[in-house]
């Protein structure tokens, strides 16, 4: 079974600051990869996801990953945040060929300061 | 846009009552799940649907039970509601051509 590491629960960082949100994940087949993000009393909605192709996804609002597969590694990052990227993101993993089924990390909580 | 929308927000209800978590999609998605979401633990996968009267347990189902009469709704049931029930329910269908899961905004679930 796949299973996805998110390594820091909670992320303080400053306003114009860079940010990078970890994400590990292991699985004995192929996977793809996502970064959702909630937005506080919503639902998730999708930043960015790795299918195919380059490692390095762009997605909305700056943000961009980088899929490294010798480390199993999903690792978010936006160079110069702003207070309205206050939120909690999710890491998540479907395995190829198996449905739409996702597994998620535990969550990343970002708390941008002025 | 996409819409998912989720019959309450807020759900207050006591030991032992049956409780219905209804959620619609307009997308006419084939394929919709269930999570709950607490603390620390992400989100975990209660039940999934790939089609009308089709179900298909997750990673944490005891409990729970599904219905899926119409392709655009899919209800989630808790049989006898018990306080460790108590948490964020999330509902989700999924795009599969561009294998995006779009969410409803949550039921913020209470059991007293």
């Known amino acids: 079974a796949q299973s996805v590491t998110q390594l820091d629960s909670q992320v303080p960082v400053f306003e114009e600051a860079p940010v990078e949100l970890r994400c590990n994940y292991s699985?004995?087949?192929?996977?793809?990869l996502f970064w959702y993000v909630q937005y506080p009393n919503q639902g998730l909605q999708l930043l960015l996801k790795y299918l195919s192709g380059s490692t390095l996804v762009k997605g909305i609002n700056g943000f961009e990953a980088e899929f490294n597969k010798s480390q199993t590694s999903f690792h978010l990052r936006k160079p110069s945040v702003h207070i309205s990227d206050t939120a909690e993101y999710f890491c998540?993993?479907?395995?190829?060929?198996?449905?739409?089924?996702?597994?998620f990390g535990g969550g990343t909580r970002v708390l941008v300061k002025p | 846009d996409v819409k998912v929308t989720q019959s309450s927000r807020y759900l207050v209800k006591r030991t032992g009552e049956k409780v219905f978590l209804e959620c619609v999609q307009d997308m006419d998605h084939e394929n919709m799940f269930w999570y709950r979401q607490d603390p620390g633990l992400g989100l975990r996968l209660i039940y999934f649907?790939?089609?009308?009267?089709?179900?298909e347990k997750g990673d944490i189902p005891e409990g729970y039970s599904v219905s899926r009469e119409k392709k655009e709704r899919f209800s989630l049931i808790l049989e006898s509601a018990s306080t460790n029930q108590t948490s964020m329910y999330l509902c989700?269908?999924?795009?599969?051509?561009?294998?995006?899961?779009?969410f409803g905004p949550g039921t913020r679930l209470t059991v007293l």
């Open positions: 989700a269908s999924t795009d599969s051509y561009t294998d995006t899961q779009y």
């Open positions: 998540a993993v479907r395995i190829k060929a198996a449905g739409n089924k996702l597994t």
């Open positions: 649907s790939y089609d009308v009267k089709m179900k």
């Open positions: 699985s004995s087949v192929s996977v793809y």
